[in-house]
């Protein structure tokens, strides 16, 4: 199995779990199930254009960011808060978008890599991430973190972007320095992201199983 056989495998397989689980997904599951999904759809129109003809893809990297980001805000924002939809959220998202504006119309091209406000993003992931667990510690409420499906969740995206924070601050400094090192930077990008999506596939499963 090549290594494009082994990340569409990892890519369908917490789309495909999610999908036949949904039903049984609280409003957290399900907000973050909306972040698998346009991510799995991400992938697919990427993959097609690229076949097309169309070498930079830069563009639905930004895209990306801009409409999962706000996803991760409402899907903590729901755990911490006990509600997707709160001053924090709105104004972390309304931030957030707007930088993105700036930095797309004076900054960086469309066609570079967003390294800026990705850096951001990942910072601020990372922060709710270790905010969440804080919580979980501090409240003691859950019994049995093992089969908790948002600990498996929020421990997939914690490993996913401390794991590729240097692969985000660099990524267009590693492009000018060396193509071969920049491809083996993509190599151990993709072997976080597979990591991710597996926890991310158990986080779905225990979701569905425990409802």
């Not at 599951?29 to 799995?40: E, N, R, S």
Request: glycine share 4%; proline share 2%.
């Amino acid at each position: 199995m090549s290594l494009t056989d082994f990340l569409w495998v990892s890519i369908l397989l917490p789309f495909t779990t999610g999908l036949f689980y949904f039903k049984r997904f609280d409003t957290s599951i399900k907000l973050f199930y909306l972040y698998v999904l346009y991510g799995t759809v991400n992938e697919v129109v990427t993959f097609v254009v690229r076949h097309l003809g169309l070498n930079n893809t830069m563009p639905f990297i930004h895209l990306y960011q801009m409409v999962t980001f706000p996803i991760l805000v409402l899907f903590y924002s729901n755990l911490i808060f006990k509600k997707a939809v709160t001053r924090f959220s709105i104004v972390l998202i309304s931030i957030f978008e707007f930088y993105n504006f700036i930095n797309l119309t004076f900054i960086q091209s469309i066609y570079e890599y967003p390294d800026i406000t990705r850096t951001i993003a990942t910072f601020v992931v990372i922060v709710l991430c270790i905010w969440y667990f804080y919580r979980v510690m501090v409240e003691a409420k859950i019994m049995s973190l093992w089969d908790e499906a948002t600990i498996w969740i929020n421990g997939a995206l914690l490993v996913y972007y401390s794991g590729n924070l240097f692969f985000t601050v660099l990524f267009n400094v590693i492009l000018e320095y060396s193509r071969e090192f920049s491809k083996l930077t993509v190599i151990s990008f993709s072997v976080i992201l597979a990591l991710f999506y597996a926890l991310v596939t158990v986080g779905f499963w225990k979701a569905g199983r425990s409802r």
